[in-house]
């Protein structure tokens, strides 16, 4: 902002260089022909002065001669009078004998004893139009460069000012426009809400929906920038065709429309039907694209709901919208605002306790099908609030993500799961991986730092991420797992089941398990389908080439069922709750005795996390690790 308002400053500036300097020079030149013609009119007049003076002096020489020839001065030929006037260079030489008073030039005639006799009488030329008559080619000169200099000024600054009105209006609609759309922008839009609130009578309503594109990036990923460009402004049009409000592009994939009504009802209605003409699909570049949007909706009503009100309430209305994943319109209600505050609560409270470094890993067993030994364990990120006690990563850790904060938290624990996992030589280490981290470029440096740093073996990792991962930029997510598995670390599609799964997306990205979500678990034994769909998921799996893991097993009949179906690996309270690492210490070596069976571990070691002296020795002697 600062930087454009210095850059039109010295656009200006430079716009009117020009000008000035013409206007500078014909000042100086009219102030040069000014004094010129000022010394010109004195010299001229001095000159002119001397001249009278040598002319009368020779006058009256003349008539002096006359006199001595003996010849009577008042009875002068015309002739030699004419001779006289062109001779001395006399205008209109007259020999009177009355004076008549005007304003001719008097000379006159005496005779031999000092009486007048006549008057010789002639016109004098003005000095002004003498000096004229001799400075007339200069002055002429000096009119014709002035006039040419007043002409060029003129048309350089009114050519200067035309540009400078229009560098104005471009940089007005550069600050207050999106040039894409040439909808208002986020700025202008702010002005518009507060008009639109101005504007409205005591009995109208004032709402503002805040239009979110849904998957702008998938259609610049799949069709183009072009493509992506051509929706935006196809999709401004249709907003601004759609309703008499005021229609803005407020963000990339975001725009606004302020509407004044009589009810929030009918507003509610017109925005419904918006939603509609939105969602027809967009015939560009001979194809049809079709988007969905999101929508955020507020109202200013009469209690006293100003503009940043009305903007932020349509703004946490679209959010929630967001994440609850459905497409359409929300309106904002209260309850809103209260799960916004949580949300600031978390946020702020979480970045404290990344600062006090109060955030810890606990790590729950995966265990072998047969229920026996822990092949390894997942780590799982655990808060404890000093005022609010345990909350949990499914609340803490999509705000984080929001937040920019999951970068921070993930890294916390990808180190301390690696460094505890060196007690632990014989288990795989799981550690679940945000889409947001692996949206970030730096993340696979990240994880060979933080192998290094360990020196854990990479075929010992795994790192767990949802499909989630492949849906916002599926190139660059391609690119990443590509990395990871060139780095030697396992990959595992958690909560499967849960999400998009694809069979294109399990073919095209190379995953190394399958985790069957929790869901499906619980489903097991309930119905036929339940088992069906696990059979399912589980030749699936067999047909990629995948290693098989059930997650959330709480019972011997869905552990069972699980492997008859042909799963692997299971994690569920059924074996283990996750627990501190000393759990897993403990834990360890009665898992690893074939004949001890974790669920004896569970009764004895997690439920006390002691496990007795008796048992120690005998897991010693079974311990396969
Ligand atoms: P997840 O990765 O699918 O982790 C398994 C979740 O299921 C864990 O919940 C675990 O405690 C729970 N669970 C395991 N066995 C059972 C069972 O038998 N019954 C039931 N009811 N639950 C079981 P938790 O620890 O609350 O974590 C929830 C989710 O939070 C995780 O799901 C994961 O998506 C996320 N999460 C946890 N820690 C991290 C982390 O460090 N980074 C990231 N990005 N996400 C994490
Ligand atoms: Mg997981
Ligand atoms: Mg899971």
Not at 11 to 16: K, Q
Request: hydrophobic share 45%; net charge negative; charged share 25%.
């Amino acid at each position: 902002m600062v930087a454009s308002t210095s850059t039109s400053t010295s656009t200006r500036a430079r716009r009117l260089a020009t000008p000035r300097l013409i206007a500078t020079l014909g000042l100086f030149a009219l102030s040069a022909a000014f004094f010129c013609v000022i010394i010109g009119y004195l010299l001229v007049h001095r000159i002119d002065d001397r001249q009278e003076a040598d002319r009368r002096v020779q006058l009256v020489e003349v008539i002096g001669d006359i006199r001595a020839s003996g010849a009577d001065v008042s009875e002068l030929d015309p002739q030699f009078l004419a001779g006289l006037e062109r001779s001395l260079g006399f205008k209109d030489l007259r020999f009177e004998d009355e004076l008549d008073p005007g304003q001719r030039e008097i000379q006159p005639a005496l005779d031999g004893e000092g009486r007048i006799l006549g008057w010789f009488t002639w016109e004098r030329d003005s000095t002004i139009s003498q000096a004229l008559s001799r400075l007339w080619p200069l002055l002429l000169a000096s009119a014709i460069g002035l006039v040419g200099f007043a002409g060029l000024a003129f048309w350089q600054v009114r050519r200067a000012m035309r540009e400078l009105a229009l560098s104005e209006q471009w940089a007005w609609q550069l600050a207050h426009e999106d040039p894409l759309t040439g909808l208002p922008n986020h700025r202008r839009m702010i002005d518009l809400i507060d008009a639109a609130l101005a504007a409205r009578t005591p009995g109208e309503v004032v709402s503002l929906a805040v239009i979110d594109i849904d998957g702008l990036n998938e259609v610049n990923a799949v069709h183009g920038r072009h493509i992506g460009d051509a929706l935006l402004a196809d999709f401004g049009e249709r907003l601004k065709q759609a309703a008499s409000g005021s229609a803005g592009r407020i963000g990339d994939d975001e725009f606004a429309l302020v509407l004044t009504t009589p009810d929030a009802q009918e507003a509610l209605h017109i925005f419904t039907n918006i939603a509609k003409a939105l969602a027809r699909p967009y015939w560009l570049a001979e194809q049809a694209v079709q988007i969905e949007t999101t929508i955020g909706i507020a109202h200013a009503l009469r209690d006293g709901a100003g503009r940043d009100d009305l903007m932020r309430r349509a703004d946490i209305t679209l959010r929630a919208a967001k994440r609850r994943n459905s497409c359409g319109l929300l309106e904002f209600n209260p309850a809103l605002d209260a799960e916004f505050s949580a949300r600031r609560f978390i946020e702020r409270e979480l970045r404290r306790a990344l600062d006090d470094k109060t955030l810890d890993v606990h790590y729950q067993p995966i265990v072998a099908a047969d229920g026996a030994s822990i092949i390894g364990v997942e780590a799982l990120l655990r808060w404890k609030h000093p005022e609010r006690g345990d909350i949990e990563p499914n609340v803490f850790v999509p705000v984080a993500e929001q937040t920019g904060l999951i970068g921070r938290l993930g890294e916390f624990v990808l180190r301390r799961a690696l460094a505890d996992a060196k007690r632990w030589p014989t288990l795989s280490i799981a550690v679940n991986v945000s889409p947001v981290q692996m949206r970030d470029p730096a993340f696979v440096g990240l994880v060979l730092a933080v192998l290094a740093e360990t020196r854990i073996s990479p075929s010992r990792v795994v790192l767990e991420m949802t499909e989630g991962v492949l849906i916002d930029n599926p190139e660059d997510a391609k690119r990443r797992l590509d990395a990871l598995h060139a780095i030697g670390v396992q990959l595992a599609l958690d909560d499967f089941g849960t999400g998009y799964s694809s069979l294109t997306y399990l073919r095209r990205y190379r995953f190394d398990m399958l985790k069957i979500d929790r869901g499906f678990v619980q489903a097991l034994g309930q119905s036929h389908e339940g088992e069906a769909i696990i059979r399912a998921i589980v030749a699936l799996a067999r047909a990629l080439g995948l290693k098989i893991q059930a997650e959330g097993i709480e019972t011997e009949e869905q552990r069972v069922l699980l492997r008859l179906a042909g799963c692997e690996e299971m994690q569920g309270f059924l074996f283990a709750k996750p627990g501190p690492r000393e759990t897993i210490d403990k834990m360890l070596p009665l898992a690893n005795a074939p004949a001890a069976g974790l669920r004896r571990v569970k009764r004895e070691s997690v439920a006390d996390a002691r496990p007795r002296a008796a048992d120690r020795t005998k897991s010693a002697r079974h311990n396969v690790a």
